[in-house]
């Protein structure tokens, strides 16, 4: 069977859409087109790519990103390890809704400086309500409240994602550890990821990002952190480059309070595994069935 190009799953796509469907979802790419190399726009498929193509496309992103920003990256392809499911937990009973979770997200991914873009939206919510669209995510006076109680909300790596049933040319999918992730370099960034996602946990790039060189994370991921080019669609990792190697999210790193346990579901012995097992834990929106490994619980 021949390999599918990035052209032909658009075709695909096209016939699948129809005619009007898919003139919507091409506009971005005809829109930011010029913003790709040639190299970039032929580029297969991330699952199609052989360890000697990606050796070439890694070696291709480091020159841009020196070239661009005048940055040496480590730029690399961090694969899912065997006999890991990865899942997180958040404790709402201590999150005092301090935002370094998202400042810290913004940092580690490369994020455009502009819109202080973050992966995280860190909700104040009323105690009593679960209810996260009713949430607050524009909050600007000190917590914690008496009367609140704060929910961060990011990528939920649901083990039946929405998102990627509907992307027309199957540039986002699920990995073999839990992690839901994007081709950045096959998204044609016509959104429907977004509409799809209950979460609201996914992102556009509206422009080239903006990151001054000297605040560059050097540390990237062909499918995480690494600088993403404008016009496509991106989303939370779990911090799959840092993760994959047996380190922490930057998220539960930077959290002042301990709110935070992540780590492999199939360990036994993990701290994610105590939470699941001797808390009453709870998932955003279990009616909808999307599975999600993100999991919320109270102290009491």
């Known amino acids: 069977m021949s390999k599918i190009t990035r052209r032909g799953a658009m075709q695909i796509a096209g016939a699948t859409l129809g005619a009007a469907a ?31 193509d990606m050796k070439k496309v890694l070696a291709r992103l480091t020159a841009e990103s020196k070239s661009e920003y005048g940055v040496d990256v480590n730029m690399v392809d961090a694969r899912p390890q065997k006999g890991v499911q990865f899942g997180y937990a958040l404790n709402l009973s ?27 939206r860190v909700l104040e919510m009323k105690k009593g309500s679960l209810d996260m669209e009713h949430g607050n995510a524009h909050y600007q ?10 929910m961060p909300v990011q990528c939920q790596q649901c083990d039946n994602p929405p998102c990627v049933d509907v992307c027309p ?9 839990g992690i839901v992730v994007v081709d950045y370099n096959w998204c044609i960034g016509c959104r429907y990821c977004e509409a799809a996602c209950p979460y609201h946990a996914r992102r556009f790039n509206w422009k ?3 990151v001054p060189a000297s605040e560059i994370n050097p540390n990237q991921s062909y499918l995480s952190n690494r600088i993403r ?14 993760t994959r190697v047996g380190k922490l999210p930057a998220c539960l790193e930077a959290c002042p309070t301990g ?31 999307t599975k999600p490994r993100f999991f919320y619980f109270f102290d009491a």
């Open 22 to 52: 898919f003139a919507k979802a091409a506009a971005p790419l005809a829109k930011f087109a010029g913003n790709l190399s040639m190299d970039d726009f032929l580029q297969q498929h991330y699952r199609e790519l052989s360890d000697e």
């Open 94 to 120: 201590v999150c005092n809704g301090c935002r370094k979770c998202a400042e810290a997200c913004h940092i580690e991914n490369n994020h455009d400086r502009d819109t202080n873009n973050s992966y995280i």
């Open 141 to 150: 006076h000190e917590t914690p409240q008496d009367d609140s109680y704060y």
């Open 169 to 177: 040319v199957k540039a986002t999918w699920k990995q073999s550890d």
């Open 208 to 210: 080239k990002p903006n």
């Open 229 to 242: 080019p404008k016009g496509v669609m991106e989303k939370c990792t779990f911090c799959l480059h840092r």
């Open 259 to 289: 709110a935070r346990v992540f780590g492999n579901l199939l360990d036994p012995k993990s701290d994610i595994r105590w939470v699941l097992e001797n808390k009453r834990v709870f998932v955003l929106k279990e009616e909808l069935g």
